[in-house]
């Protein structure tokens, strides 16, 4: 049974850090590109970073210079460090795995449905 669990989510202030974690389970995590999106009530869905399995990054222009994605491939874990945040990144975050190349993930319009997919974790920040 496939499985991704988010968490690290929570509410801070703006400026502040959070770090999210993806724990999978159920597929072979190596095989997909992994990445996080988010989704705010009345905004279109937004990737914010994937990773592909050879370690390549790309993340959205929103989020370039104060999010990190990483991931543990022995743990089949993903993570997202938020530094810097702003109320603008108030939203709910999706870990999610694609079976198809980094650059489709992070540019497809609208983003393309994972083959797999969390629950997601609330991330709020206030002014």
């Known amino acids: 049974q496939v499985q991704l669990v988010e968490s690290g989510g929570g509410s801070v202030q703006a400026g502040g850090s959070l770090r999210l974690s993806c724990a999978a389970s159920?597929?072979?995590?190596?095989?997909?590109?992994m990445g996080w999106f988010r989704q705010a009530p009345g905004k279109e869905r937004e990737v914010v970073a994937a990773?592909?399995?050879?370690?390549?990054?790309s993340y959205a222009d929103s989020v370039k210079g104060r999010f990190t994605i990483s991931q543990d491939n022995a743990q089949n874990t993903l993570y997202l460090q938020m530094n810097s945040l702003k109320p603008e990144d108030t939203a709910m975050y999706y870990c999610?795995?694609?079976?198809?190349?980094?650059?489709?993930?992070?540019?497809?319009?609208?983003?393309?449905?994972?083959?797999?997919w969390g629950q997601g974790t609330q991330v709020t920040v206030s002014s």
């Open positions: 999610a795995a694609w079976d198809l190349p980094i650059v489709v993930v992070v540019t497809a319009t609208p983003v393309p449905g994972g083959n797999y």
């Open positions: 159920g597929y072979t995590y190596s095989s997909y590109c």
């Open positions: 990773i592909d399995s050879d370690g390549s990054t």
